[in-house]
């Protein structure tokens, strides 16, 4: 699986847009790029994936760039319960059966 | 629930002793997977299951490592001669088959003292 980098750590005040920015400038083509975040003292939670186009759920929207190197999850109003560990993953899905490589993450904090 | 169930949430244990730890993934749900996080790290993948068999292991440290999933269900990961080295979240997920979205537990968090 293509490696990714994400700062270490960012902050955000509460009620603004987090974006959260990762770099996967090896991805290759069957590779979709998955989010996930860890809150403290749970196991990790999936936020959103998506392949090459721009992708929106209930909680975030994932934007990809066009040449698919870097892509930004957005939180559109943080709250201070999005506090946590953000993981940006790549992953061939079907053909490596889902096997996720975790990163250290961003460490997001949102504060009042 | 709906959710990865695991048990324990807590354990605590002795330098030496066998520690088994249990997971119930979603139902429905073929594939299984075990991860291992150390303290200020990132989930590390250990073993994947499709159905009864383990499809890929090769993420377990050591042979003192086993997981079995004998019915295609509940998974039970097995750590023999504990030691301190072993203390981590230990954590379950499962996904619907493979590839699709991977959902986690909220893990079990052994101690060996």
């Known amino acids: 699986d293509a490696k990714t980098t994400q700062p270490p750590s960012m902050d955000c005040a509460e009620g603004r847009a987090a974006n959260l920015p990762c770099n996967h400038s090896t991805i290759s083509g069957n590779e979709y790029v998955y989010w996930y975040r860890q809150i403290h003292s749970q196991g990790p939670q999936y936020i959103i994936h998506?392949?090459?186009n721009n992708e929106t759920n209930e909680m975030a929207s994932l934007i990809i760039t066009e040449d698919r190197k870097s892509s930004t999850l957005i939180l559109p109003h943080a709250t201070l319960r999005d506090t946590a560990v953000y993981y940006c993953?790549?992953?061939?899905?079907?053909?490596?059966?889902?096997?996720?490589?975790f990163g250290q993450g961003t460490i997001l904090t949102v504060h009042p | 629930g709906a959710g990865v169930s695991q048990t324990p949430s807590n354990k605590v244990t002795e330098k030496g002793k066998y520690v088994e730890l249990r997971c119930d993934p979603i139902s429905g749900h073929t594939a299984l997977y075990w991860y291992r996080q150390s303290l200020g790290q990132g989930p590390e993948f250990l073993i994947y299951f499709q159905g009864t068999g383990a499809a890929d292991d090769s993420g377990l440290p050591n042979d003192r490592f086993f997981a079995v999933r004998p019915e295609g269900s509940v998974s039970t990961l097995k750590i023999q001669r504990t030691e301190r080295g072993d203390s981590a979240v230990y954590l379950c997920?499962?996904?619907?088959?493979?590839?699709?979205?991977?959902?986690f537990g909220e893990g079990s968090w052994l101690t060996v003292v």
């Open positions: 997920a499962s996904s619907f088959s493979p590839g699709n979205t991977i959902y």
């Open positions: 993953i790549v992953s061939a899905g079907g053909t490596s059966y889902g096997k996720l490589t």
């Open positions: 998506g392949l090459k």
